[in-house]
C-alpha cells in the first residue's frame, strides 16, 4: 500500500489479520455448475443451486425405525389417487410402507416375496394405484394400496430387468425379448392381446440383446439394445399391438 494514497501510514498490526471469505473457502458462488471445471468437482459436494448460487444442502435425517430384517435394495415414495403418496421399501426379506402417525415401517401382508441381493436388477413401474415390481429373479408382483397387500402375478414372465407402461400394458423386458399383458390389465400376460416379441430379425442377422423399452409418447417407444436403439410404435392392432423397426 501507499500511504499517500491511503491518507495515512499503515501499521503492521492493521495489515497482519487475513479478512475472513464470505462462503466456503474455494466456492464458486457465481457460475452455474455447468460451467464448472471437472477439476472443480470436488468443492460441490453436499451443496444445491438454490438463486443460481451454490448453498449447503439441508442436513438428513432418519425416516421411521432403523430395523429392517434384511439388506435394503430400493425406495420410492408413490403417488396414488385423492393426492396421498406412499414411502414404500424394498429389502431382501419383504417390502415395508412407512407409517407418518407412528414413524414407523409396517410390513405389507399378502404374497410372501424375498428380494434378490441389491446386485440384481430391480424394475419397478406405476399400474393405476398400484406398483408391478421385480428384483430380477421369478414372477412379477403387484403392490396395492387401501388395503395395502402384495400379490403374485402368477402368469406374468420371469426375470424381468425392466418394467415400463406403455399402450395401456405393462411392457416387461427380459434377456431373451419382450413380453406385454393384456391392454388395460396387468395381472393376465396369456389372454387374447398379450405377447412375446424376440426381435432377432436384426439388419445384418446380428441380433443384440434387450435392455428396457423406454416410452417416449403415447404411441412411440424406444426398445433400448445392448448395441442399438430400436422405435416401437403403436400399430392399434389388438393382437399385434407394437411394430418394432
Known sequence: FDRYQLGYQPQESDISTAVPGFGLVGMDSDSMINELSAGMSHLVQNLVIRRNAYQLRPGVSAVGDKSTT????????????GGFSKL????????DIWDPNTDLWVPVGGAAWTGNEPFAPFAVTGWGDTVIFT????????????PD????????????????TFGSRVIATTLDGIYWSVAKDSTDWSG??????DLKSAPGG???????????????????????IWQMTITGDFDAPFSSS
Open 70 to 81: 434384511g439388506n435394503l435394495i430400493a425406495t420410492l415414495n408413490v403417488g396414488v389417487s
Open 88 to 95: 414404500v421399501r424394498w429389502h431382501t426379506n419383504g417390502v
Open 135 to 146: 428384483c430380477g429373479v421369478g414372477k412379477l408382483f403387484q403392490l396395492s394400496f387401501g
Open 149 to 164: 397387500v402384495l400379490t403374485e402375478l402368477t402368469d406374468s414372465p420371469e426375470n424381468v430387468i425392466h418394467l415400463s
Open 192 to 197: 387374447i392381446g398379450s405377447g412375446f416379441e
Open 206 to 228: 446380428i441380433s443384440d440383446l434387450p435392455t428396457a423399452v423406454i416410452p417416449i409418447t403415447d404411441e412411440i417407444a424406444g426398445h433400448v439394445r445392448s448395441r442399438s
